[in-house]
Protein backbone atom coordinates (compact mmCIF):
# COMPACT_ATOMS: atom_id res chain seq x y z
CA UNK A 1 0.00 0.00 0.00
CA UNK A 2 1.34 3.85 -0.26
CA UNK A 3 3.38 5.50 0.68
CA UNK A 4 5.28 2.60 0.47
CA UNK A 5 4.88 1.39 -2.82
CA UNK A 6 3.91 3.81 -5.75
CA UNK A 7 0.86 3.10 -8.12
CA UNK A 8 0.34 3.82 -11.50
CA UNK A 9 -3.26 3.81 -13.65
CA UNK A 10 -3.64 3.06 -16.75
CA UNK A 11 -7.92 4.79 -17.13
CA UNK A 12 -10.95 3.62 -18.06
CA UNK A 13 -12.39 4.32 -14.39
CA UNK A 14 -15.76 3.74 -15.33
CA UNK A 15 -18.45 2.93 -17.73
CA UNK A 16 -19.54 -1.13 -18.41
CA UNK A 17 -20.09 -1.84 -14.70
CA UNK A 18 -22.14 -1.23 -11.37
CA UNK A 19 -19.58 0.81 -9.70
CA UNK A 20 -18.04 3.33 -11.32
CA UNK A 21 -19.28 6.16 -9.18
CA UNK A 22 -17.40 4.02 -6.24
CA UNK A 23 -14.41 2.96 -7.91
CA UNK A 24 -13.74 6.89 -8.89
CA UNK A 25 -14.28 8.35 -5.92
CA UNK A 26 -12.16 5.48 -3.95
CA UNK A 27 -9.19 6.04 -6.83
CA UNK A 28 -9.48 9.93 -5.94
CA UNK A 29 -9.46 9.38 -2.28
CA UNK A 30 -6.46 7.98 -2.53
CA UNK A 31 -4.74 10.34 -4.77
CA UNK A 32 -6.06 13.07 -2.34
CA UNK A 33 -4.24 11.17 1.22
CA UNK A 34 -1.26 9.96 -0.82
CA UNK A 35 -0.51 12.73 -3.70
CA UNK A 36 2.91 11.94 -4.27
CA UNK A 37 2.38 8.07 -4.54
CA UNK A 38 -0.82 7.53 -6.20
CA UNK A 39 -1.30 8.36 -10.34
CA UNK A 40 -4.25 8.29 -12.49
CA UNK A 41 -4.08 8.19 -16.02
CA UNK A 42 -6.61 9.35 -18.15
CA UNK A 43 -8.96 6.78 -20.68
CA UNK A 44 -10.30 7.05 -23.07
CA UNK A 45 -13.61 6.36 -21.02
CA UNK A 46 -12.68 9.48 -19.04
CA UNK A 47 -14.18 11.28 -22.12
CA UNK A 48 -17.34 13.26 -21.72
CA UNK A 49 -18.51 12.04 -25.37
CA UNK A 50 -18.00 8.52 -24.47
CA UNK A 51 -19.02 7.99 -20.98
CA UNK A 52 -22.19 9.54 -21.67
CA UNK A 53 -23.42 7.01 -23.94
CA UNK A 54 -21.66 3.87 -21.87
CA UNK A 55 -23.08 4.36 -18.87
CA UNK A 56 -21.58 6.57 -16.83
CA UNK A 57 -24.10 9.92 -17.52
CA UNK A 58 -26.93 7.46 -16.81
CA UNK A 59 -25.00 6.31 -13.12
CA UNK A 60 -24.68 10.00 -12.31
CA UNK A 61 -27.66 11.53 -13.19
CA UNK A 62 -30.17 8.54 -11.86
CA UNK A 63 -28.65 8.49 -8.08
CA UNK A 64 -27.57 11.99 -8.29
CA UNK A 65 -27.76 14.62 -10.66
CA UNK A 66 -26.12 15.86 -14.33
CA UNK A 67 -24.68 18.25 -12.44
CA UNK A 68 -22.44 15.99 -10.54
CA UNK A 69 -21.19 14.18 -13.88
CA UNK A 70 -20.41 17.73 -15.23
CA UNK A 71 -17.95 18.37 -12.01
CA UNK A 72 -16.34 14.83 -13.02
CA UNK A 73 -15.92 15.69 -16.60
CA UNK A 74 -13.70 18.64 -15.58
CA UNK A 75 -11.63 16.14 -13.14
CA UNK A 76 -11.07 14.07 -16.44
CA UNK A 77 -10.12 16.94 -18.13
CA UNK A 78 -7.19 17.45 -15.78
CA UNK A 79 -5.59 14.06 -15.99
CA UNK A 80 -2.34 13.61 -16.88
CA UNK A 81 -2.46 10.95 -19.88
CA UNK A 82 0.96 9.64 -19.78
CA UNK A 83 3.81 9.01 -17.37
CA UNK A 84 7.70 8.00 -17.25
CA UNK A 85 9.14 6.14 -15.51
CA UNK A 86 12.97 6.67 -14.26
CA UNK A 87 13.01 8.04 -18.20
CA UNK A 88 13.06 4.13 -19.61
CA UNK A 89 9.01 3.20 -19.20
CA UNK A 90 6.56 5.06 -20.77
CA UNK A 91 2.78 4.27 -20.10
CA UNK A 92 -0.29 5.57 -21.08
CA UNK A 93 -3.60 4.30 -22.02
CA UNK A 94 -4.27 3.63 -25.61
CA UNK A 95 -0.92 3.90 -27.70
CA UNK A 96 1.94 5.90 -29.50
CA UNK A 97 0.54 8.58 -32.07
CA UNK A 98 2.48 9.20 -35.59
CA UNK A 99 2.79 12.50 -34.09
CA UNK A 100 4.60 12.13 -31.37
CA UNK A 101 8.27 12.29 -32.18
CA UNK A 102 10.06 13.36 -28.50
CA UNK A 103 9.10 13.08 -25.06
CA UNK A 104 8.94 16.79 -24.76
CA UNK A 105 5.89 16.61 -26.74
CA UNK A 106 4.01 14.85 -24.29
CA UNK A 107 5.45 17.41 -21.69
CA UNK A 108 3.89 20.57 -23.15
CA UNK A 109 0.74 19.23 -23.34
CA UNK A 110 -1.62 21.36 -21.62
CA UNK A 111 -4.42 20.79 -18.94
CA UNK A 112 -7.26 20.90 -18.43
CA UNK A 113 -8.64 19.71 -21.69
CA UNK A 114 -11.18 18.06 -23.84
CA UNK A 115 -9.89 15.09 -26.05
CA UNK A 116 -10.01 16.45 -30.06
CA UNK A 117 -10.86 13.41 -32.64
CA UNK A 118 -7.49 13.38 -33.99
CA UNK A 119 -4.08 14.13 -33.73
CA UNK A 120 -1.43 13.41 -30.60
CA UNK A 121 -3.66 13.45 -27.32
CA UNK A 122 -6.35 11.47 -29.13
CA UNK A 123 -3.66 8.61 -30.34
CA UNK A 124 -2.91 8.75 -26.57
CA UNK A 125 -5.82 7.50 -25.48
CA UNK A 126 -7.11 5.39 -28.70
CA UNK A 127 -4.40 3.45 -30.84
CA UNK A 128 -3.62 0.16 -30.35
CA UNK A 129 -0.70 -1.93 -31.50
CA UNK A 130 -0.32 -4.55 -34.48
CA UNK A 131 1.38 -7.06 -35.53
CA UNK A 132 0.19 -7.51 -39.16
CA UNK A 133 1.60 -3.95 -40.41
CA UNK A 134 5.29 -2.84 -39.64
CA UNK A 135 4.10 1.35 -39.69
CA UNK A 136 0.99 2.99 -39.42
CA UNK A 137 -2.71 1.37 -40.45
CA UNK A 138 -6.12 3.24 -40.12
CA UNK A 139 -7.63 1.43 -36.71
CA UNK A 140 -10.70 -0.84 -36.93
CA UNK A 141 -12.23 1.71 -33.82
CA UNK A 142 -12.85 4.50 -36.52
CA UNK A 143 -10.62 6.74 -34.53
CA UNK A 144 -6.88 7.08 -34.33
CA UNK A 145 -4.10 4.23 -36.09
CA UNK A 146 -2.85 0.80 -35.39
CA UNK A 147 1.42 1.08 -35.25
CA UNK A 148 3.13 -1.99 -36.31
CA UNK A 149 6.86 -3.03 -34.60
CA UNK A 150 8.92 -0.74 -36.87
CA UNK A 151 6.91 2.26 -35.68
CA UNK A 152 7.34 1.32 -32.29
CA UNK A 153 11.09 0.20 -32.08
CA UNK A 154 12.04 3.50 -34.04
CA UNK A 155 10.46 5.62 -31.41
CA UNK A 156 11.68 3.67 -28.62
CA UNK A 157 15.20 3.71 -30.17
CA UNK A 158 14.80 7.52 -30.80
CA UNK A 159 13.72 8.25 -27.29
CA UNK A 160 15.95 5.92 -25.43
CA UNK A 161 12.84 4.21 -23.79
CA UNK A 162 12.57 -0.08 -22.32
CA UNK A 163 9.16 0.04 -22.31
CA UNK A 164 5.90 1.12 -23.76
CA UNK A 165 3.33 -0.03 -21.08
CA UNK A 166 -0.68 0.19 -22.03
CA UNK A 167 -3.73 -0.67 -21.63
CA UNK A 168 -7.15 0.15 -23.41
CA UNK A 169 -7.49 -4.01 -24.93
CA UNK A 170 -8.78 -7.11 -23.71
CA UNK A 171 -5.46 -9.75 -23.57
CA UNK A 172 -6.71 -13.19 -22.12
CA UNK A 173 -4.21 -13.94 -19.67
CA UNK A 174 -3.92 -10.49 -18.36
CA UNK A 175 -0.80 -8.80 -20.26
CA UNK A 176 0.35 -9.36 -23.46
CA UNK A 177 3.85 -8.14 -24.92
CA UNK A 178 4.53 -7.06 -28.41
CA UNK A 179 7.55 -5.84 -30.54
CA UNK A 180 10.12 -8.21 -29.52
CA UNK A 181 9.07 -7.00 -26.11
CA UNK A 182 9.02 -3.55 -25.94
CA UNK A 183 5.73 -2.72 -25.97
CA UNK A 184 3.05 -4.35 -22.77
CA UNK A 185 -0.54 -4.41 -22.84
CA UNK A 186 -1.76 -4.82 -18.89
CA UNK A 187 -5.31 -5.61 -18.59
CA UNK A 188 -6.67 -5.48 -15.17
CA UNK A 189 -10.61 -6.25 -15.76
CA UNK A 190 -10.69 -10.24 -15.15
CA UNK A 191 -13.67 -11.37 -17.06
CA UNK A 192 -14.67 -7.99 -19.17
CA UNK A 193 -18.35 -7.37 -19.30
CA UNK A 194 -18.98 -10.48 -17.97
CA UNK A 195 -18.70 -11.73 -21.61
CA UNK A 196 -15.45 -12.37 -21.73
CA UNK A 197 -13.25 -15.46 -20.23
CA UNK A 198 -9.83 -13.26 -19.47
CA UNK A 199 -7.55 -12.99 -16.66
CA UNK A 200 -6.64 -9.61 -15.62
CA UNK A 201 -2.59 -8.58 -14.17
CA UNK A 202 -0.92 -6.37 -12.51
CA UNK A 203 2.60 -5.19 -13.32
CA UNK A 204 4.81 -4.49 -10.56
CA UNK A 205 8.10 -2.27 -11.41
CA UNK A 206 11.27 -3.27 -8.80
CA UNK A 207 14.00 -0.71 -8.23
CA UNK A 208 16.08 -2.29 -10.68
CA UNK A 209 13.02 -1.51 -13.54
CA UNK A 210 12.40 -5.47 -13.62
CA UNK A 211 9.02 -6.21 -14.19
CA UNK A 212 6.92 -9.00 -12.86
CA UNK A 213 3.12 -9.92 -13.36
CA UNK A 214 0.55 -10.97 -10.82
CA UNK A 215 -2.25 -12.66 -12.50
CA UNK A 216 -5.81 -12.76 -11.11
CA UNK A 217 -7.57 -16.15 -13.25
CA UNK A 218 -10.71 -15.46 -14.71
CA UNK A 219 -13.53 -18.19 -14.55
CA UNK A 220 -15.28 -19.50 -17.50
CA UNK A 221 -18.22 -17.38 -18.89
Known amino acids: MPPESNY ?13 IETLCLLLAF ?3 YPENFFLLRGNHEIAEINRMYGFYDDCKRRFSIKIWKK ?5 NCLPVTALIDDKILCMH ?8 TLDQLREIRRPT ?7 LCDLLWSDPDKDH ?13 FGEKALSSFTKANDVDLVCRAHQVVD ?5 FGNRQLVTVFSAV ?31
Open 8 to 20: LFLGDYVDRGKYS
Open 31 to 33: KIK
Open 72 to 76: FIDVF
Open 94 to 101: GGLSPDLH
Open 114 to 120: DVPDKGL
Open 134 to 146: PNWEENDRGVSYT
Open 173 to 177: DGYEF
Open 191 to 221: NYCGEFDNSGALMSVDETLMCSFQVLKGSRV
